[in-house]
């Protein structure tokens, strides 16, 4: 099993400091809000621009759309395998993967740090559609915002796992699979917003 943070610890309440520098260790925090906010604007603009300076059919866009949505699921469950839960078997690996994920391992009910801050959000936004429009030319307009949404909605659904109470509805199933992920077995249960690709590449939590 990678090692991810301290999973012994007992109660994984509290925050850790990443920064000696106060406006460092201000600024790699934020409130869930504003990340997700930004993204949706981006989104919003993207998607006018796409139907009022292009002539590409809604039909095709809303295709693109969709398809921008899925893509992000995967990239999603790719980079919290792959990234997130990389082997850190050299001092700059590990200090990496601390810094992005290990330290929500040990501290998952951290408010305040369950998404990147707003400067790595929009570096992200800006490098997404340069390099979506760079593949798609302006099919990027519509792929864009159905990202944009995915990941706005991957935002969403991380927040309300760790911060409230399951529903007891069809969307428990996100609370105990991301349960397991932080407090079993974090080989398993990738997939935060969607456990899709946890079932196409056998990451499901082992039933007991």
């Given at each position: 099993m990678k090692k991810i943070g301290r999973l012994d610890r007992p109660d994984n309440f509290g925050s850790a400091t990443l920064f000696s520098n106060p406006v460092l260790e201000r600024i790699s925090r934020t409130h869930i809000s504003i990340p997700i906010s930004l993204f949706l604007?981006?989104?919003?603009v993207s998607l006018y621009y796409g139907?009022?300076?292009?002539?590409?059919p809604i039909g095709l866009?809303?295709?693109?759309?969709?398809?921008?949505?899925?893509?992000?699921?995967?990239?999603?469950?790719?980079?919290?395998?792959?990234?997130?839960?990389m082997e850190p078997d050299t001092p700059l690996k590990d200090k990496l993967q601390?810094?992005?994920?290990g330290v929500h391992h040990d501290y998952p009910k951290d408010k305040d740090r369950l998404a990147m801050p707003p400067f790595v959000s929009a570096a992200?936004?800006?490098?997404?559609?340069?390099?979506?429009?760079?593949?798609?030319?302006?099919?990027?307009?519509?792929?864009?915002?159905?990202?944009?949404?995915?990941?706005?909605?991957?935002?969403?659904?991380h927040y309300v796992v760790h911060v409230y109470n399951p529903p007891k509805n069809f969307l428990k199933v996100l609370w105990v699979n991301h349960a397991i992920h932080h407090?079993?077995?974090?080989?398993a249960a990738f997939g935060v917003s969607s456990p899709l690709w946890d079932y196409f590449f056998g990451?499901?939590?082992k039933k007991e």
């Open positions: 604007a981006i989104a919003s139907l009022v300076a292009t002539s590409i866009g809303l295709g693109f759309f969709l398809f921008g949505t899925l893509t992000f699921t995967f990239v999603e469950y790719m980079m919290h395998k792959y990234f997130f839960h601390y810094n992005v994920h992200y936004a800006a490098i997404l559609y340069l390099l979506f429009s760079l593949l798609m030319g302006d099919f990027a307009l519509y792929f864009l915002p159905g990202f944009l949404l995915g990941y706005a909605g991957y935002l969403g659904v407090y079993k077995d974090p080989d990451t499901l939590p």
